[in-house]
T-cell receptor, first 117, second 118 residues
Framework: DARVTQTPRHKVTEMGQEVTMRCQPI?????VFWYRQTMMQGLELLAY????????DSGMPKDRFSAEMPDATLATLKIQPSEPRDSAVYFC???????????????FGQGTRLTVV | DQQVKQNSPSLSVQEGRISILNCDYT??????FLWYKKYPAEGPTFLIS?????DKNEDGRFTVFLNKSAKHLSLHIVPSQPGDSAVYFCAASAGSPTLIQGAQKLVFGQGTRLTINP
């Protein structure tokens, strides 16, 4: 039963601390997305990778957020330093995207609920 | 710059009737569209998709319609069931499969909360 796995499911941290969220995409998928769910923006795209190469991270605050994919089985999203406004649910998703007739859908993990106090 | 817009934050429908969720987009390069359903405390799950070469795709109770000239898509659920109560997101992607900036990224709308009343 292939699924996207995110850890931790919940994280409470103090302002100024570093937060690392992890994602294990589905094996064989060539694209990994990081989203943040907010009330106003819905699912906001932060960054995404194709074949482990970062394609677009324009949705992230560059000074504090970083996304990496050190190998095909792990994607990370790091916030340093964290701020209360970063409190949200962060989702990772993976899929196989090669063209509109051959794409799979993006499969989502269960998310990491981050609370920065 | 919200490229995918769901202008109705919420929708309430009676059980057994048709639910119609709407989505508008601004980027004419979008060529692949999807609908997702999301329950609280879970990740979004895929419902149905459509590519830009089609104007309709049907899967059981779910039908997606695409109007490219109006840059509009809609999801029809008929008949609506209580288990359909959830937040529904539409999403779109664009571009060639080559490795270029911005290609094939998946952009979501703000979501519509659907409530099916017994």
């Amino acid at each position: 039963d292939a699924r996207v796995t995110q850890t931790p499911r919940h994280k409470v941290t103090e302002m100024g601390q570093e937060v690392t969220m992890r994602c294990q995409p589905i094996l064989g998928h060539n694209t990994v997305f990081w989203y943040r769910q907010t009330m106003m923006q819905g699912l906001e795209l932060l960054a995404y990778f194709r074949n482990r190469a970062p394609l677009d991270d324009s949705g992230m605050p560059k000074d504090r957020f970083s996304a990496e994919m050190p190998d095909a089985t792990l994607a990370t999203l790091k916030i340093q330093p964290s701020e209360p406004r970063d409190s949200a649910v962060y989702f990772c998703a993976s899929g196989f995207f090669v063209g509109p007739e051959k794409n799979t859908e993006a499969f989502f993990g269960q998310g990491t609920r981050l609370t920065v106090v | 710059d919200q490229q995918v817009k769901q202008n109705s934050p919420s929708l309430s429908v009676q059980e057994g009737r048709i639910s119609i969720l709407n989505c508008d987009y601004t980027n004419s390069m979008f060529d692949y569209f999807l609908w997702y359903k999301k329950y609280p405390a879970e990740g979004p799950t895929f419902l149905i998709s459509i590519s830009s070469i089609k104007d309709k795709n049907e899967d059981g109770r779910f039908t997606v319609f695409l109007n490219k000239s109006a840059k509009h898509l809609s999801l029809h659920i008929v008949p609506s069931q209580p288990g359909d109560s959830a937040v529904y997101f539409c999403a779109a992607s664009a571009g060639s499969p080559t490795l270029i900036q911005g290609a094939q990224k998946l952009v979501f709308g703000q979501g519509t909360r659907l409530t099916i009343n017994p």
